[in-house]
């Protein structure tokens, strides 16, 4: 009774790791990715896992004959031997050849990864708390990058979509067959910028500047996540890559550009309270919800409430002032790096006119103008 | 009992192993400075370069070296920061000069500490930098704006496989950490 | 000190049992009375920290947030590793130590009785300021059981101060207790215990000490440092003012490699004394043995980098912290090795201890397997901080670790209460932790290998299965733990009394005394042959 448990155990445990390799379709193994690097990082997993389970076999082979043979209820009897210098001198070196033979090409592996040199394109990325921004070195290209599946998904108020929670609003946009160099560090803590099919991790520290590259075979859309623990929200920055042809590539840098030159086109404009009360909103729930809650009520202390505040109800230029520039020593970022001036006058009128805070204020996009340029 | 000796000095041993660990523990501090330095390891550049020493390298006329600036601001930190300049090729062994562009925008006066990091780190130890602003904290007052040399010299020795070196500078918001300490001193001055 | 230095038999006590009462256990110097309070502290913690992994487990039954935000997910995880980690596993293994390591070389008691009360008491106050911060305001550590800076310094909650004192107490206590245990072993041996004739637990024993007095202080030093940057302006560990955040990782793993080693090794110590008695047979390869901890031991002390493979490290850094690795694999496997050609030609019976110990060489070297993978650094690119990483170490700490203690309580518990437990409910414990353990723990290799991050509360749809299952697992295995707690209290009180050899195959200078084992024992010392 007892070995025939202990034998489904054991097929139970092979079964899983054999599963492992042929239903990779299933999501149980290592992507196989869309770079070369990938595929070698992918062959590797592989041949080490198969020199595991064949030295699995041998000693557990050795370990279950044993069980079922040498048992006291069969009328074995214990021999007594309890050395032998050959055997233990040959099981101390053949293992230490094995590993010999798997640090051979683990080494080349490590060599190409570590290439940067001669990239076509520059991209720094920047972690924050809890988004992405990438930045097209020497292109004037530069945006962030946020989770875009609404809160009711999260909180189980809808259905959930296909790719919830590795979803963005802007994703990344790479061009294929062209070696990408990722320039990565931090705004604040430490994040890990990961796309597995790259097989492409890497730590962004604050302070400090790390590389790696990548070059993707084919067109397609790449979604990883942060993987280094980084405060709350950790678990809702995903990485959304879209990697095309190099002709649908250079169409949309200029048409970042041209947008980038709308937007302060934009800043001119007057709106109504109503239109405010609407992109602020918008803005508001992608950009300071996470904290200071859809409702406006926070979370204190770590982060205060909105509604009912006394900056959001009377103090027009601290209000400007906490957004753009943030509060120093608080988890309260300098926005006005990150959002556009015109987005800026938006969230604050929503802030002071939302959930009951109605003084029927409209700021515009000149008055944040304003306080910069004090 | 005849262990009590032996306890005695088991203890007295194990006490200062324990205080040596403690010690070894700060001691990792600098020593891993100089690992760092010597190594490359975090791509934190050296400090100031002579002069008169980058004036004995030798220019190699022969091959041209990418130099790339990058500017980043650390959390909460509002000035304006970028490179005049996002990238120039340079012979190993010239001189060259580049400036950053600063300005606080805010209605405070500022002190700001620029961080830099080079990568690969591998080229750290070939990178020589004779004037930086990040020798040393600046200070902008409220509204004002200024461009911040560095002068720097590729060595000579750079290997052949780098091609391209990226120079980035984050800036870290320092002014409650030094404003104090700031007042303090001219305090001090104003009692003498 | 002079006061620890006094003479370690209390004179008093010499004829006579225990005091009674409360004043017992607090007063205690006695080296078996302060293992069992270990014993119960650890399963205390273990039950604790086993319902943060449950509050985690349930979270993460189906995606989207259902029971808790996360920010409080943040802190179950945080202290579901410290508490396990500090708590549960190490204490349980001082508990051992305590009870055995005297009886093992024929001491009357540890060499330091005195500070083996004050280690003990410790830690309640310890856990105690830990598990508080739950409780106020900005909630308790969030950032992770490895707290790195600066989201454990600069962006930490204002409780963070008191996980530091809790951290330098329970380093305080550990210290004192590997004190104690290495002086123990170097000096009250019975005369002719030579060192080589040691049982192989207090060989590992003895390591596992000096690894502690090692790594614990730099442990130390380290919070140290956290201390001085959050509250007296230094910057160890912050950019800004010339520090470095990767510093903080590079001392934070110099002191967690040897530490993880601190959790294993004392379990092989327990599967090696139990194997070679349910296969009635000696240990193979004993000297062997002893040579792999020690160089086990050695080596955990160069590979610390390999937590941080993704940092960006330069190439030869990761080159030889990758080498280092897989030389770990070498004295590892030899272990293995011996304990199979122990039981090779044996003559073997199944009681619990050997169920946990074949149980532990198996899954162990599953665990081992992975972690072997994860050295290679290229793969490690795409494992790192995964759940397959999760799945790594629990199925060393878990099977391992754990699963050696659960082995040791059924093998020594007859000696220590003078009662066999129920061979059938151990079993049930045996079966139940086994699947369970598998179920909650196996599919986080596939979860990690298909992209599951670690760390999160929430996750993309494909990984909804296997994280069903595995909180399944997990619910199975907690619970399974509530019996372990009723059959160990029903042999306590009622079991059947035990023999003073207990087990046939049985051999060492603890099964020579009566069962139960006397309140003092060895008061004049055996003789060795």
Same mark, same amino acid.
């Given at each position: 009774m007892r070995s025939r448990l202990g034998l489904g155990a054991l097929s139970l445990l092979l079964s899983a790791f054999y599963a492992a390799?042929?239903?990779?379709?299933y999501g149980v193994n %290592?992507?196989?990715?869309?770079?070369?690097?990938?595929?070698?990082?992918?062959?590797?997993?592989?041949?080490?896992?198969?020199?595991?389970?064949?030295?699995g076999? /041998?000693?557990f082979?050795?370990m279950f004959?044993?069980i079922?043979?040498?048992?006291?209820?069969?009328?074995?009897?214990?021999?007594?031997?309890?050395?032998?210098?050959?055997?233990?001198?040959?099981?101390?070196?053949?293992?230490?050849?094995?590993?010999?033979?798997?640090?051979?090409?683990?080494?080349?592996?490590?060599?190409?990864?570590?290439?940067?040199?001669?990239?076509?394109?520059?991209?720094?990325?920047?972690?924050?708390?809890?988004?992405?921004? !990438?930045?097209?070195?020497?292109?004037?290209?530069?945006?962030?990058?946020?989770?875009?599946?609404?809160?009711?998904?999260i909180y189980n108020?809808?259905?959930k979509?296909?790719?919830y929670l #590795?979803?963005?609003?802007?994703?990344?946009?790479? +061009?294929?067959?062209?070696?990408?160099?990722?320039?990565?560090?931090?705004?604040? /803590?430490?994040?890990?910028?990961?796309?597995?099919?790259?097989?492409?991790?890497?730590?962004?520290?604050?302070? =400090?500047?790390?590389?790696?590259?990548?070059?993707?075979?084919?067109?397609?859309?790449?979604?990883?996540q942060?993987t280094e623990l980084c405060g709350k929200d950790h678990g809702f920055?995903?990485?959304?890559?879209?990697?095309?042809?190099?002709?649908? *590539?250079?169409?949309?840098?200029?048409? @970042?550009?041209?947008?980038?030159?709308?937007?302060?086109?934009?800043?001119?404009?007057? $709106?109504?309270?109503?239109?405010? %009360?609407?992109?602020?909103?918008?803005?508001?729930?992608?950009?300071?919800?996470?904290?200071?809650?859809?409702?406006?009520?926070?979370?204190?202390?770590?982060?205060?409430?909105?509604?009912?505040?006394?900056?959001?109800?009377?103090?027009?230029?601290?209000?400007?002032?906490?957004?753009?520039?943030?509060?120093?020593?608080?988890?309260?970022?300098? !926005?006005?790096?990150?959002?556009?001036?015109?987005?800026?006058?938006?969230?604050?009128?929503?802030?002071?006119?939302?959930?009951?805070?109605?003084?029927?204020?409209?700021?515009?996009?000149?008055?944040?103008?304003?306080?910069?340029?004090? | 009992?005849?262990?009590?000796?032996?306890?005695?000095?088991?203890?007295?041993?194990?006490?200062?192993?324990?205080?040596?660990? $403690?010690?070894?523990?700060?001691?990792?501090?600098? #020593? !891993?400075?100089?690992?760092?330095?010597?190594?490359?390891?975090?791509?934190?550049?050296?400090?100031?370069?002579?002069?008169?020493?980058?004036?004995?390298?030798?220019?190699?006329?022969?091959?041209?070296?990418?130099?790339?600036?990058?500017?980043?601001?650390?959390?909460?930190?509002?000035?304006?920061?970028?490179?005049?300049?996002?990238?120039?090729?340079?012979?190993?062994?010239?001189?060259?000069?580049?400036?950053?562009?600063?300005?606080?925008?805010?209605?405070?006066?500022?002190?700001?500490?620029?961080?830099?990091?080079?990568?690969?780190?591998?080229?750290?130890?070939?990178?020589?930098?004779?004037?930086?602003?990040?020798?040393?904290?600046?200070?902008?007052? +409220?509204?004002?704006?200024? #461009?911040? +040399?560095?002068?720097?010299?590729?060595?000579?020795?750079?290997?052949?496989?780098?091609?391209?070196?990226?120079?980035?500078?984050?800036?870290?918001?320092?002014?409650? &950490?030094?404003?104090?300490?700031?007042?303090?001193?001219?305090?001090?001055?104003?009692?003498? | 000190?002079?006061?620890?230095?006094?003479?370690?038999?209390?004179?008093?006590?010499?004829?006579?049992?225990?005091?009674?009462?409360?004043?017992?256990w607090?007063?205690?110097?006695?080296? @078996?009375?302060i293992g069992s309070m270990y014993l119960w502290f650890s399963f205390a913690m273990f039950l604790i920290g086993g319902c943060m992994a449950l509050t985690i487990r349930a979270e993460l039954f189906q995606p989207g947030l259902q029971l808790v935000e996360p920010e409080f997910f943040n802190q179950m995880t945080t202290m579901h590793g410290l508490i396990m980690v500090f708590g549960a596993v190490m204490p349980a293994f001082v508990g051992l130590a305590n009870w055995l390591?005297?009886?093992?070389?024929?001491?009357?008691?540890?060499?330091?009785?005195?500070?083996?009360?004050?280690s003990f008491w410790i830690l309640p106050f310890a856990f105690g300021l830990l598990l508080s911060t739950l409780f106020m305001?900005g909630g308790g550590p969030n950032f992770g059981w490895t707290f790195y800076?600066?989201l454990s310094?600069? *962006?930490?909650p204002?409780t963070v101060?008191y996980f530091?004192?809790g951290v330098?107490m329970m380093g305080?206590s550990s210290?004192?207790g590997?004190?104690?245990?290495?002086?123990?072993?170097?000096?009250?041996?019975?005369?002719?215990?030579?060192?080589?004739?040691?049982?192989?637990f207090?060989?590992t024993w003895?390591?596992t000490? $000096?690894?502690l007095?090692?790594?614990?202080?730099?442990l130390?030093?380290?919070?140290?440092?956290?201390?001085?940057?959050?509250?007296?302006?230094?910057? =160890? =560990?912050?950019?800004?003012?010339?520090?470095?955040?990767?510093?903080?990782?590079?001392?934070f793993?110099?002191f967690g490699h040897?530490e993880v080693y601190i959790m294993i090794l004392p379990a092989f110590g327990v599967v090696s004394q139990i194997i070679?008695?349910f296969?009635?047979?000696?240990?193979?390869?004993?000297?062997?043995?002893?040579?792999?901890?020690?160089?086990?031991?050695?080596?955990?002390?160069?590979?610390?980098?390999?937590h941080?493979?993704?940092?960006?490290?330069?190439?030869?850094?990761?080159?030889?912290?990758?080498?280092?690795?897989?030389?770990?694999?070498?004295?590892t496997?030899?272990?293995v $090795?011996?304990w199979?050609?122990? %039981?090779?030609?044996?003559?073997?019976?199944f009681e619990a201890p050997m169920l946990f110990s074949i149980a532990f060489v198996i899954l162990f070297t599953i665990g081992g397997f992975s972690g072997?993978m994860l050295?290679?650094?290229?793969?490690?690119?795409?494992y790192h901080d995964t759940y397959f990483v999760v799945a790594h170490f629990h199925y060393v700490l878990v099977p391992g670790a754990i699963f050696g203690i659960f082995a040791a309580v059924y093998y020594w518990l007859p000696k220590w209460c003078?009662n066999m437990y129920s061979e059938t409910l151990a079993k049930w414990h045996f079966w139940m932790s086994f699947v369970g353990m598998n179920l909650a723990f196996f599919p986080m290799h596939f979860l990690g290998l298909a992209g599951m991050p670690r760390r999160i509360p929430d996750y993309a749809l494909q990984f909804a299965d296997f994280n069903s299952i595995s909180s399944v697992g997990a619910f199975t295995f907690g619970a399974t733990q509530l019996l372990f707690l009723y059959l160990v209290i029903q042999a306590i009180r009622s079991g059947k009394?035990?023999?003073?050899?207990?087990?046939?195959? &049985?051999?060492?200078?603890?099964?020579?005394?009566?069962?139960?084992?006397?309140?003092?024992? =060895?008061?004049?010392?055996?003789?060795?042959?």
């Amino acid at each position: 009774m007892r070995s025939r448990l202990g034998l489904g155990a054991l097929s139970l445990l092979l079964s899983a790791f054999y599963a492992a390799d042929v239903s990779a379709e299933y999501g149980v193994n %290592m992507t196989r990715g869309v770079t070369d690097i990938s595929h070698s990082v992918y062959d590797l997993h592989m041949t080490i896992f198969w020199i595991c389970v064949a030295i699995g076999v /041998v000693v557990f082979g050795v370990m279950f004959y044993s069980i079922f043979k040498h048992r006291k209820s069969k009328g074995a009897v214990a021999s007594n031997f309890h050395d032998n210098t050959t055997v233990e001198i040959l099981w101390t070196i053949v293992p230490a050849i094995i590993l010999i033979v798997m640090a051979i090409p683990a080494t080349t592996v490590l060599i190409d990864m570590y290439d940067t040199s001669d990239a076509d394109v520059d991209i720094k990325i920047t972690g924050y708390q809890w988004k992405w921004r !990438y930045e097209y070195l020497g292109q004037d290209v530069n945006f962030f990058s946020s989770l875009s599946t609404p809160k009711d998904e999260i909180y189980n108020a809808a259905q959930k979509n296909e790719n919830y929670l #590795l979803e963005v609003d802007n994703a990344l946009v790479v +061009p294929i067959n062209k070696k990408i160099r990722f320039l990565v560090t931090a705004n604040d /803590v430490i994040h890990s910028w990961w796309v597995p099919d790259f097989a492409v991790k890497r730590d962004a520290i604050p302070g =400090f500047i790390n590389e790696s590259w990548t070059r993707i075979n084919e067109p397609g859309i790449y979604r990883g996540q942060c993987t280094e623990l980084c405060g709350k929200d950790h678990g809702f920055m995903p990485v959304v890559v879209r990697a095309v042809e190099q002709a649908e *590539y250079d169409d949309w840098i200029i048409q @970042k550009q041209e947008q980038a030159k709308a937007a302060a086109a934009l800043a001119a404009l007057t $709106f109504t309270l109503e239109e405010q %009360m609407q992109r602020g909103e918008e803005v508001y729930l992608k950009t300071c919800a996470a904290c200071h809650q859809p409702n406006g009520a926070g979370i204190p202390p770590a982060f205060p409430a909105l509604k009912g505040s006394d900056i959001a109800l009377n103090d027009i230029q601290k209000h400007i002032e906490v957004v753009v520039d943030g509060i120093a020593g608080s988890a309260m970022q300098a !926005y006005g790096d990150q959002l556009s001036d015109v987005d800026i006058a938006a969230v604050v009128t929503y802030e002071r006119n939302a959930w009951g805070n109605d003084t029927g204020e409209n700021i515009s996009a000149a008055d944040v103008v304003d306080y910069r340029n004090k | 009992m005849g262990h009590q000796g032996q306890n005695r000095r088991t203890i007295a041993k194990s006490v200062i192993a324990v205080v040596a660990m $403690f010690g070894f523990g700060f001691a990792l501090v600098p #020593l !891993y400075d100089v690992f760092c330095e010597v190594t490359g390891l975090n791509g934190k550049t050296r400090g100031q370069y002579s002069e008169a020493e980058a004036g004995k390298q030798q220019v190699d006329e022969s091959r041209r070296v990418r130099v790339q600036f990058i500017a980043n601001n650390n959390e909460s930190m509002p000035w304006e920061f970028r490179p005049v300049e996002f990238q120039i090729k340079v012979h190993p062994g010239a001189m060259a000069e580049v400036n950053y562009y600063a300005k606080n925008p805010t209605s405070k006066r500022m002190i700001a500490q620029a961080v830099p990091s080079l990568s690969p780190s591998e080229g750290t130890g070939y990178f020589h930098k004779t004037e930086c602003f990040c020798f040393t904290s600046q200070t902008l007052e +409220p509204g004002e704006e200024v #461009l911040m +040399p560095l002068r720097f010299v590729v060595d000579q020795a750079l290997p052949d496989h780098l091609s391209t070196l990226t120079l980035s500078y984050t800036l870290f918001d320092q002014t409650e &950490a030094l404003l104090d300490v700031e007042t303090e001193n001219k305090n001090e001055l104003a009692v003498r | 000190m002079s006061a620890v230095l006094d003479n370690p038999i209390h004179d008093e006590h010499e004829h006579h049992g225990p005091p009674k009462g409360i004043a017992r256990w607090l007063f205690t110097t006695n080296h @078996k009375d302060i293992g069992s309070m270990y014993l119960w502290f650890s399963f205390a913690m273990f039950l604790i920290g086993g319902c943060m992994a449950l509050t985690i487990r349930a979270e993460l039954f189906q995606p989207g947030l259902q029971l808790v935000e996360p920010e409080f997910f943040n802190q179950m995880t945080t202290m579901h590793g410290l508490i396990m980690v500090f708590g549960a596993v190490m204490p349980a293994f001082v508990g051992l130590a305590n009870w055995l390591i005297p009886m093992m070389v024929g001491a009357p008691d540890m060499a330091l009785p005195r500070m083996n009360n004050w280690s003990f008491w410790i830690l309640p106050f310890a856990f105690g300021l830990l598990l508080s911060t739950l409780f106020m305001e900005g909630g308790g550590p969030n950032f992770g059981w490895t707290f790195y800076a600066p989201l454990s310094t600069t *962006y930490a909650p204002d409780t963070v101060t008191y996980f530091i004192f809790g951290v330098h107490m329970m380093g305080i206590s550990s210290i004192m207790g590997a004190i104690n245990v290495v002086a123990t072993i170097l000096n009250m041996r019975a005369p002719g215990m030579t060192l080589m004739k040691m049982p192989l637990f207090v060989w590992t024993w003895l390591i596992t000490a $000096f690894l502690l007095i090692a790594v614990m202080p730099v442990l130390a030093g380290v919070v140290t440092m956290m201390l001085m940057d959050v509250h007296f302006g230094t910057s =160890f =560990f912050d950019a800004a003012g010339g520090g470095d955040p990767v510093l903080f990782q590079h001392v934070f793993w110099f002191f967690g490699h040897p530490e993880v080693y601190i959790m294993i090794l004392p379990a092989f110590g327990v599967v090696s004394q139990i194997i070679p008695t349910f296969s009635r047979k000696p240990l193979f390869g004993y000297h062997s043995m002893v040579y792999a901890v020690a160089s086990i031991a050695i080596l955990s002390f160069i590979v610390w980098a390999h937590h941080m493979f993704t940092v960006g490290m330069p190439l030869f850094g990761e080159l030889f912290f990758m080498y280092a690795t897989m030389l770990i694999a070498v004295p590892t496997g030899v272990k293995v $090795f011996n304990w199979v050609t122990t %039981m090779f030609r044996g003559s073997l019976t199944f009681e619990a201890p050997m169920l946990f110990s074949i149980a532990f060489v198996i899954l162990f070297t599953i665990g081992g397997f992975s972690g072997l993978m994860l050295a290679i650094a290229p793969s490690d690119f795409q494992y790192h901080d995964t759940y397959f990483v999760v799945a790594h170490f629990h199925y060393v700490l878990v099977p391992g670790a754990i699963f050696g203690i659960f082995a040791a309580v059924y093998y020594w518990l007859p000696k220590w209460c003078g009662n066999m437990y129920s061979e059938t409910l151990a079993k049930w414990h045996f079966w139940m932790s086994f699947v369970g353990m598998n179920l909650a723990f196996f599919p986080m290799h596939f979860l990690g290998l298909a992209g599951m991050p670690r760390r999160i509360p929430d996750y993309a749809l494909q990984f909804a299965d296997f994280n069903s299952i595995s909180s399944v697992g997990a619910f199975t295995f907690g619970a399974t733990q509530l019996l372990f707690l009723y059959l160990v209290i029903q042999a306590i009180r009622s079991g059947k009394p035990a023999t003073d050899q207990v087990w046939e195959g &049985a051999e060492g200078l603890e099964w020579t005394i009566p069962s139960p084992a006397p309140y003092h024992t =060895f008061s004049t010392p055996p003789e060795i042959k």
